[in-house]
């Protein structure tokens, strides 16, 4: 079973890795590219701990892989919650949107309404 999560977890880093090095590939701007040097050194991170996973006792494989696994699932019932609630209790935004008319007469001020 704990060579099968380090096997799985090798898997998925490895895509990622793959994943962002194509997007990386794909900007033609190179200030884009600064704004993926975090999801560059993560998804390494990621690929280097999943081999490390390998040589870890499978009893504290396991205990990692449930305790991170309940923290993604946690963040993703939180975000999920906040989005349930947003969409139940809309309230009027504090942004408003300047869109300056292109022909000369003036300045809109549009609010959303939500």
């Not at 900007?27 to 690929?47: A, M, P, V, W």
Request: no cysteine.
């Amino acid at each position: 079973m704990s060579k099968l999560l380090s096997f799985i977890a090798t898997i998925f880093s490895f895509l990622l890795v793959v994943y962002v090095f194509n997007r990386v590939n794909q900007i033609e701007n190179i200030d884009k590219f600064e704004n993926y040097r975090l999801y560059i050194f993560s998804s390494i991170g990621f690929l280097i701990l999943s081999l490390i996973s390998f040589f870890i006792p499978s009893k504290i494989k396991i205990n990692l892989f449930l305790f991170f696994n309940s923290i993604f699932v946690t963040f993703y019932l939180i975000e999920f919650f906040l989005i349930l609630n947003v969409a139940n209790n809309p309230k009027p935004s504090i942004f408003e949107f300047f869109i300056v008319n292109s022909f000369g007469k003036g300045l809109y001020i549009i609010t959303p309404n939500f």
